[in-house]
């Protein structure tokens, strides 16, 4: 038995250890915001957090997370968009919108430990890949949010 705890809520699961914490999410849970891209780690479509940091969930055995706090795109608020979901609206950044809860979640993690990230701390620390190519509007979206939390 493995136990989980995701977005607030325990959960007993009697799963190898080994198996991807992705694949938990989606199909054990039934949280489908957490997408599958690559499986490779390389894409971010699955970035959670764990403990407050982003990772890439396709790659993370269970065993690596049991017992800690683990955040989805549904965990991120209480009901109502957050400043980040607002701010990816009014800059148009999704088109397809399949790698759109990856990029939050890797941007809200970022923006806890760094509230005012310059572009560069924003292009090293999220990695992840919009095959829209929609970067410029999510760095204007960035931007808005830091622009907001200096004002």
């Known amino acids: 038995m493995v136990e989980l705890k995701i977005n607030g809520l325990v959960h007993q699961l009697d799963l190898e250890p080994e198996a991807p ?45 049991a017992g800690k706090e683990i955040t989805t795109i549904e965990g991120l608020t209480d009901g109502g968009p957050t400043a980040i979901q607002k701010a990816w609206v009014a800059n148009q950044v999704p088109q397809c919108g ?33 095959r829209c190519g929609t970067y410029e509007r999510i760095r204007a979206a960035v931007a808005e949010l830091v622009a907001s939390a200096e004002g």
């Open 98 to 130: 399949y790698c759109q809860s990856g990029m939050i979640m890797a941007v809200s993690a970022l923006l806890k430990v760094n509230p005012k990230p310059s572009q560069d701390e924003l292009d090293a620390t999220v990695s992840n890949i919009c």
């Open 21 to 65: 914490l992705l694949w938990v999410i989606r199909d054990e849970i039934g949280l489908k915001g957490t997408k599958f891209g690559c499986g490779i780690a390389s894409c971010g479509a699955c970035t959670v957090h764990v403990d407050g940091v982003a990772i890439r969930s396709c790659v993370t055995p269970l065993s690596a997370v």
